[in-house]
Nanobody
Framework: QVQLVESGGGLVQAGGSLRLSCAASGSIIRINAMAWYRQAPGKQRELVAAIASGGSTDYADSVKGRFTISRENAKSTVYLQMNSLEPEDAAVYYC?????????????????WGQGTQVSVSS
């Protein structure tokens, strides 16, 4: 099994910054793509940013130029630097990882989710 633990959420004023972290642990052979999603009340969960194992990135149009996703493979950690935050960015942010690993000696490749971290932005 693999666990994803997020941290770094909180309350910030509009225009401020936050940095989210997500650390993976468990029976990991390789972490493939990692991503951040968010879900605001009454809305569907949406992709915010993704990063491949090789480092290529992709962003939702609404966050381009303001958010930066990065990863530190040696620590099995993905980060989301969020600058110029807007009230519309308020949501629960979830980490997602595509992980190759072992489950009772059997090779697996599964998608995992973190528990979510709240980001609130005051106007």
């Amino acid at each position: 099994q693999v666990q994803l633990v997020e941290s770094g959420g909180g309350l910030v004023q509009a225009g401020g910054s936050l940095r989210l972290s997500c650390a993976a642990s468990g029976s990991i052979i390789r972490i493939n793509a990692m991503a951040w999603y968010r879900q605001a009340p009454g809305k569907q969960r949406e992709l915010v940013a993704a990063i491949a194992s090789g480092g290529s990135t992709d962003y939702a149009d609404s966050v381009k130029g303001r958010f930066t996703i990065s990863r530190e493979n040696a620590k099995s950690t993905v980060y989301l630097q969020m600058n110029s935050l807007e009230p519309e960015d308020a949501a629960v942010y979830y980490c997602n990882a595509d992980v190759s690993g072992y489950d009772r000696l059997t090779y697996t490749r599964r998608n995992y989710w973190g528990q979510g971290t709240q980001v609130s932005v005051s106007s």
